[in-house]
């Protein structure tokens, strides 16, 4: 037996330490526990640094994103994450909210990025612009939320620094590409190759068989009716083309949408440039209920048969006169710019 320590004393002395740690075990179970990151935006572990806060102000090419959730920087500054953990909804817009989100994020990073697919998870981007290397994502959540993640990179001049940066920045990559992995392109028609050169840099998705882009603040959507015959020939030479057509035509229409308001009819469309031998195409809008509605017609080579291309904008609650009228001629604007698209691409 120890003299100094008899055992009432030993006694004591286990029953303090079991309270102190009965005290501790409390007050860790009394804090909230922090966020738990998502893989992508676990910044320590994939920089291999400890997080520190970023000096640089804020890029405002990332401003339309909202503030972060978090915001750290390492490698003296070379390195920067940015998370959103919760993207808000865009209202009065006929895009999604990752669609919206992955075309401010494609503005921020200075690249156009390929439409937001409606049947995407999540997906990743990988850019670099004026010596920086940016990677990031925008995924849906298992709550059903939507997160987004952006980081950059700036390589430091020296070799050795630079290559052990390197290993890092691939397990960074790697982290935000493992998102793609159930997302295929799909396959790009002539049409659509088209449809992509128009609405470059334009808010854009896919939707199914239905393709959206947001242009002067207005919603359209086209749907591809694919090959098929007009009901009357249409040539492919612009100098087949004749007045008794277009007009014969006109009245096809006129008796399939009776409730239509013709507001450009059937017509020819100029080539982009004037006195070019293009192919000929047709065009021709109208109102119809609360929408306004165009539709373009492109004859192909050696009775190819007709490529046809619907649009079609939603109209508010009594819209006036005029401004349907402005939503005409903004459809006959797309229309003509696809069919040009079409022209440079395909003739």
């Not at 920089?47 to 003296?76: E, F, H, I, K, Q």
Request: charged fraction near 20%.
């Amino acid at each position: 037996m120890n003299a100094l320590f008899p055992p009432t004393r030993w006694r004591a002395a286990a029953l303090f330490v079991a309270a102190l740690a009965g005290a501790t075990a409390a007050r860790a179970a009394a804090r909230p526990a922090g966020p738990t990151l998502p893989p992508a935006a676990d910044f320590e572990r994939l920089s291999g640094a400890r997080a520190t806060d970023c000096r640089a102000v804020p890029d405002p090419g990332l401003a339309p994103m909202g503030a972060p959730t978090l915001r750290r920087c390492a490698w003296s500054q070379r390195v920067e994450m940015l998370y959103w953990q919760d993207i808000p909804d865009a209202p009065d817009t006929c895009l999604s909210t990752p669609a919206i989100a992955w075309h401010r994020l494609g503005g921020g990073v200075h690249a156009v990025l390929r439409p937001w697919n409606g049947s995407w998870s999540g997906q990743s981007l990988q850019v670099q612009y004026a010596g920086v290397e940016q990677a990031g994502m925008v995924w849906r959540r298992d709550d059903g939320g939507w997160s987004a993640v952006l980081w950059r990179w700036r390589p430091s001049d020296r070799l050795p620094t630079r290559n052990w940066q390197f290993g890092h920045w691939k397990d960074v990559v790697q982290a935000v590409r493992a998102v793609d992995a159930a997302n295929p392109a799909p396959p790009r028609t002539p049409l659509m190759t088209a449809w992509l050169d128009v609405t470059n840099g334009k808010p854009r998705m896919l939707d199914g068989e239905v393709w959206r882009w947001v242009r002067d603040g207005s919603c359209v959507s086209l749907r591809s009716a694919g090959l098929g015959q007009a009901q009357l020939h249409l040539p492919y030479s612009r100098d087949d083309a004749r007045l008794e057509q277009r007009s014969a035509m006109q009245v096809l229409l006129a008796r399939r949408f009776p409730n239509a308001q013709w507001l450009r009819p059937f017509m020819l469309v100029e080539p982009a440039i004037s006195g070019d031998r293009t192919g000929a195409k047709f065009l021709a809008v109208w109102k119809e209920d609360s929408a306004v509605h165009g539709q373009l017609w492109i004859p192909l080579r050696d009775e190819g048969g007709v490529v046809r291309a619907r649009v079609s904008s939603a109209l508010p609650p009594n819209t006036a006169p005029d401004a349907v009228k402005g939503r005409a001629a903004l459809l006959e604007r797309e229309l003509g710019a696809l069919a040009h698209a079409w022209e440079a691409r395909h003739e």
